[in-house]
């Protein structure tokens, strides 16, 4: 078994190198001028593989009588 350690290669541009993934943030932004997402994608060709929220807003229950 080998203990190389296999680099992700884009599937639209077949660029390879962990190097040529890059995030960024979103248009979209929260009020506080915060972006709503994170956007991977490749440097390359710009595929996206994947949004990630940086935002999120917990919702806490009202329980009847407190």
Sequence with gaps: ???E??????PS??????D???????EQ????????FQIASCASCGHVYGVFA????KIIPKIPGY
Excluded at 29 to 36: E, K, V
Excluded at 54 to 57: A, E, M
Aim: proline fraction near 3%.
């Design 13 to 18: 541009c077949d660029v390879r190198g962990l």
């Design 54 to 57: 940086k935002i999120t807003n």
């Design 29 to 36: 932004q929260h009020g506080s001028g915060d972006a709503w």
């Design 5 to 10: 350690i296999a680099e992700p290669k884009c």
């Design 20 to 26: 040529k993934i890059v995030s960024h943030d979103s």
């Design 1 to 3: 078994m080998s203990d």
